[in-house]
């Protein structure tokens, strides 16, 4: 699994809504790959922040915005890391 495809299916593994092969594919790309287990924890914080305030589901422009800072994050990284 690649690092787009984890990030894809992040905000689903967060929910609890993937079969478990899919689940299983994304805890072994965490287990190797350092950058999504950080945006992982990341992005479970802050979904847990947003549930504590009552906002038990995310709305979908949140879930695009949040998802599109992972990913120009996740792209910031690797332009540091070929440098
Ligand atoms: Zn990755």
């Keep these: 699994m690649k690092c787009s495809e984890f990030l ?8 609890g809504v993937l079969d478990a ?3 299983a594919e994304l ?13 992982c924890d990341t992005t479970k914080k802050t979904i847990e922040i947003y549930r504590d305030s009552q906002l038990y589901e995310l709305p979908d422009d949140l879930r695009t915005r ?6 120009s994050k996740c792209k910031q990284k690797k332009a540091e890391q070929s440098s």
Excluded at 8 to 15: G, I, S
Excluded at 27 to 39: F, G, I, M, R
Excluded at 66 to 71: N, P, V
């Design 27 to 39: 805890e072994d790309h965490l287990a190797w790959c350092h950058n999504c287990y950080v945006v």
């Design 8 to 15: 894809q299916e992040l905000t689903n593994y967060l929910d």
């Design 66 to 71: 949040l998802r599109t800072a992972i990913m």
């Design 21 to 23: 092969r899919t689940k």
